[in-house]
Nanobody, 125 residues
Framework: QVQLVESGGGSVQAGGSLRLSCAASGYDPRRYCMGWFRQVPGKEREGIATIYDRDGSMVYHDTVKGRFTISQDTSGNTLYLQMNSLKREDTAMYYC??????????????????WGQGTQVTVSS
């Protein structure tokens, strides 16, 4: 069973930075993609940064392009999200997710197979 544990959330002032981490266990990085999602109360969870194929291709939500960077360690067992120039609207619960690679070699995260428990990010002005 894949387990995902996020860390690194907290409170920060607008313009500041945070780095989220997601430690994966019971996980074969050759079979999964990973990504970051976020959710605010009353809204659907949305994907903000994902690594979606075997080649490590990445896609970002328009609202975080140029400010957030997704990465993995060389083992593929830890996922990161570097968040810079944070805005109040980035306040949300952030979730790590893992999805199985399809035979075509990509993941669609619709929906992800596994979720972490989430870590709260609060940005104040």
């Amino acid at each position: 069973q894949v387990q995902l544990v996020e860390s690194g959330g907290g409170s920060v002032q607008a313009g500041g930075s945070l780095r989220l981490s997601c430690a994966a266990s019971g996980y074969d990085p050759r079979r999964y993609c990973m990504g970051w999602f976020r959710q605010v109360p009353g809204k659907e969870r949305e994907g903000i940064a994902t690594i979606y194929d075997r080649d490590g291709s990445m896609v970002y939500h328009d609202t975080v392009k140029g400010r957030f960077t997704i990465s993995q360690d060389t083992s593929g067992n830890t996922l990161y999200l570097q968040m810079n120039s944070l805005k109040r609207e980035d306040t949300a619960m952030y979730y790590c997710a893992a999805d199985l690679l399809t035979p075509g070699g990509y993941c669609d995260f619709l929906p992800p197979r596994f979720w972490g428990q989430g870590t709260q990010v609060t940005v104040s002005s």
